[in-house]
T-cell receptor
């Protein structure tokens, strides 16, 4: 079983729609959860972090965490073509303390 | 500019050669990392240093040797390069080894021919 799993996609949504990205993790002791955005040929860029159950909103982005279900999600409202990228879920803490473990990433395409 | 900077950005070399990648951060972070991203975009940690001390050493061939002369610098030396070493190598830094997200460098695309 992979430590952090994401649907690799591609996920295609129309401009203005809500994009929903999902991630599950296997280490129940994980404590910190992150979403990175990576444009083609560029480095990963941190867009959201979440540490406790519930929702966290930042602009058009909402991260959701459910530790009981070992599930993290990222919602992107009013999706724009500039949101087209690979979104990486990353998890830290638990037995992997001191390092971020990444999922394989979900490719998101927002079409006009 | 405050950043994590890596050099070189591109590296093309022949099998069997030895090469180095350098990384520097001016963010005041005390922990630095090397990650390898394969052709399927999967990012996997290789090494982590905290204040010049090696704290994470994943299952990486001995041909890879990191060096941290101070907490702002982390270099990666690779001996006897193999075709399978072709990947993008990212340096990253964070404030502590705790729960904070990383800041990544721009990456070094290594191609072994």
């Amino acid at each position: 079983q992979k430590e952090v799993e994401q649907n690799s996609g591609p996920l295609s949504v129309p401009e203005g729609a809500i994009a929903s990205l999902n991630c599950t993790y296997s280490d129940r002791g994980s404590q910190s959860f992150f979403w990175y955005r990576q444009y083609s040929g560029k480095s990963p860029e941190l867009i959201m972090s979440i540490y406790s159950n519930g929702d966290k909103e930042d602009g058009r982005f909402t991260a959701q965490l459910n530790k009981a279900s070992q599930y993290v999600s990222l919602l992107i409202r009013d999706s724009q073509p500039s949101d087209s990228a690979t979104y990486l879920c990353a998890v830290a803490g638990g037995t992997s303390y001191g390092k971020l473990t990444f999922g394989q990433g979900t490719i998101l395409t927002v079409h006009p | 500019d405050t950043a994590v900077s890596q050099t070189p950005k591109y590296l093309v070399t022949q099998m069997g050669n030895d090469k180095s990648i350098k990384c520097e951060q001016n963010l005041g972070h005390d922990t630095m990392y090397w990650y390898k991203q394969d052709s399927k975009k999967f990012l996997k940690i290789m090494f982590s240093y905290n204040n010049k001390e090696l704290i994470i050493n994943e299952t990486v061939p001995n041909r890879f040797s990191p060096k941290s002369p101070d907490k702002a610098h982390l270099n990666l030396h690779i001996n006897s390069l193999e075709l399978g070493d072709s990947a993008v190598y990212f340096c990253a830094s964070s404030q502590t080894t705790g729960p904070y997200g990383y800041t990544f460098g721009s990456g070094t695309r290594l191609t072994v021919v």
